[in-house]
């Protein structure tokens, strides 16, 4: 465990991984562009130069130095129908190595808050609508991202067996990205 215990009413440090993909581009165009970081706010975006985060070792050590107090959590393997397809294994293993050396090296910091982002297609494939997050685990989803789309549900187990009381909020977003800004 880090030692750093994080004043909740001091600046915020926000560490974002997958920095330099489709979501994390817009939000720093937000952020940097737009105007929306507030006063005394300092944004980190990472890329998979920075540290690859399939490696415990190396996502501990990007932790350990920039000391984030809030994350949002982009990176990912990420692909299409096709690519998940034919590589659903790497689709799981990759993917929930990633997640789960960030949740814990945000653990390990104190760090006070981390959003990671989900995706619709992790719903069951046979649902009914509206869908919402109670509903993630009510079925398998589709075969054709079975892989990734069960890493992701594991963020929302892994987010639950957080939920202890120790102060680290764990927030899953499931979005489909077709908002994600001027890019
Ligand atoms: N795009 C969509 O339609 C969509 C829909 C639903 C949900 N999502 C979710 O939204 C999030 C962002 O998606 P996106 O479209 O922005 O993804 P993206 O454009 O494919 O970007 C992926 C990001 O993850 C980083 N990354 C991948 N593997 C890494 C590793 N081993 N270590 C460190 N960084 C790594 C990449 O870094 P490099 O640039 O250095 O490779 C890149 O910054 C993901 O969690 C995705 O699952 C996306």
């Known amino acids: 465990m880090g030692d750093r215990k994080v004043d909740q009413n001091g600046p915020m ?4 991984t997958g920095g330099t993909g489709l979501v994390g581009r817009a939000i720093e165009h937000v952020v940097k562009e737009e105007g929306g970081a ?4 300092e944004w980190i975006f990472l890329s998979s130069k920075d540290a690859n985060l399939m490696d415990m070792g190396e996502t501990r050590a990007v932790f350990q130095k920039h000391q984030p107090t809030h994350i949002i ?9 096709f690519k998940n397809m034919r590589a659903n294994l790497d689709f799981w293993r990759n993917n929930i190595y990633i997640n789960d050396n960030v949740l814990q090296a945000a653990h390990e910091v104190d760090a006070v808050r981390v959003v990671s982002c989900l995706s619709t297609c992790i719903f069951p494939d046979k649902t009914t609508y509206p869908i919402d997050e109670t509903m993630i685990h009510n079925g398998p989803p589709h075969e054709s991202n079975y892989g990734y789309a069960y ?3 594991m963020i929302d187990v892994h987010n639950s067996c ?4 120790k102060g680290l909020k764990l927030i ?6 077709k908002g994600a800004g001027p890019q």
């Open 151 to 153: 890493a992701k549900r």
């Open 73 to 81: 959590h982009l990176a990912a393997m990420v692909g299409g129908l």
């Open 13 to 16: 440090r926000v560490l974002v």
């Open 38 to 41: 507030r006063e005394g706010e």
């Open 172 to 177: 899953g977003w499931n979005s489909n990205c």
């Open 162 to 165: 957080h939920s202890n009381g």
